[in-house]
């Protein structure tokens, strides 16, 4: 192909493009204005409040009490129930001791064996080792 062919193919190709371009109607405006959408979200989600729930009074004395030991049968309570045990039946005669192995993870009798435990209990002691 002719090299003059050639450049004038190229300078009709710039001239249009100067003298049509700016006259389209997908300007940097109106493209911006027709196909920018955004949204804007909450990245906190849904705000929960639980109802409130008073501390349970203390006891006057263990002495006599049914205490429940919670384990979440993680490492470090097996070790430490036994002492507990101790200290407390020496300062509460008459002190009784049950235990539940209540998962910290999914476990089907959850509620069933929690409902027993509050139940059977006059306070309940959590062992939540690690």
Known sequence: MNTKVLRNFWLSLVLMGLFIIPFLPWNHE???ASS???EVL????ELFTPPF???AARLSTLAGKKV?????TKPGADSFAPFLEKA??????GIQFRTWVIPYNVYPNKDKDLKALFEWS?????LMGD
């Open 30 to 32: 109106s493209v911006a």
């Open 36 to 38: 920018v959408k955004l």
């Open 42 to 45: 909450d990245p906190r989600g």
């Open 53 to 55: 729930t008073p501390i």
């Open 68 to 72: 429940g030991i919670l384990r979440n």
């Open 88 to 93: 407390l039946k020496e300062v509460a005669p």
């Open 122 to 126: 006059d306070a309940v002691v959590g």
